[in-house]
């Protein structure tokens, strides 16, 4: 993993979910969401988690896991994006940049295989979630990001050269979209954006991570 810097977004205030605190923090089946994350990242000594609503909690329940976090600080995560956190977390970043934002859940099979890629691409599911950003792909390639009738959904997961990305206000997505096309991976993950997707991620773990 020297090659990698893993960059979580754990900025944003989560108010589509309502749940008063951070996505990160949300109970998956008696874990912080960001701690299921970790967990699968063990073996990168390169991770990155940015904060902003509620940073002190964040890093608190981060620290009690693992102590060798960098924690960088989003002060305008009321204005900006996941862009903008990703954007200020690169700096002195190894090659590539693993981003992921701070809602989604993972499958621990497909972070292995995510872990273990040594090129570029654009991570897309089936579409689930309650509001999706989907993909249109042309020649096996992602090449733009729309809101209606793609194939997958757009997952918040990407790996980028670094050295390729211009710092934006926005979301990860338009990080990504100044380097389109690229190839994609299919993962299996939950994003939780709303109660009823809440409620699908817990189902899904407690499922054993079956579909």
């Known amino acids: 993993m020297s090659n990698k810097t893993v960059i979580i977004s754990c900025a944003g205030m989560g108010t589509r979910l309502g749940a008063g605190k ?31 609503y509620q940073a002190e909690r964040v890093i608190e329940v981060v620290k009690n896991y693992r102590r060798d976090v960098v924690f960088v600080y989003n002060h305008g995560y009321q204005q900006n994006g996941t862009g903008a956190s990703v954007s200020l977390a690169k700096k002195y970043s ?8 701070g809602d989604i859940l993972i499958h621990p099979d497909d972070m292995k295989e995510i872990l273990l ?7 897309v599911c089936k579409p ?5 950003v989907l993909v249109g792909i042309k020649d096996n390639k ?8 793609g194939p997958y959904e757009w997952t918040g997961v990407t790996m980028l050269e670094s ?15 100044q380097v389109l096309p690229l190839g994609y991976k299919i993962i299996r993950e939950r994003e939780i ?17 079956k579909d």
Request: aromatic share 8%.
């Open 22 to 52: 951070p996505k990160a923090l949300i109970d998956i089946d008696g874990k912080p969401l960001i701690i299921r994350t970790l967990e699968m990242l063990n073996d990168v000594d390169d991770i990155r988690v940015v904060v902003g």
């Open 94 to 101: 190894r090659k590539y940049i693993l981003t992921i934002d």
């Open 117 to 123: 890629s040594e090129t570029e691409f654009v991570g």
């Open 128 to 132: 689930s979630t309650d509001d999706p």
């Open 142 to 149: 992602v090449t733009n990001f729309y809101q209606e009738n």
């Open 163 to 177: 050295r390729k990305l211009t710092p934006t206000d926005g979301h990860v997505l338009h990080l990504v979209e």
């Open 193 to 209: 954006d709303t109660p009823n997707d809440y409620k699908n991620a817990i189902i899904w773990v407690e499922n054993g991570y």
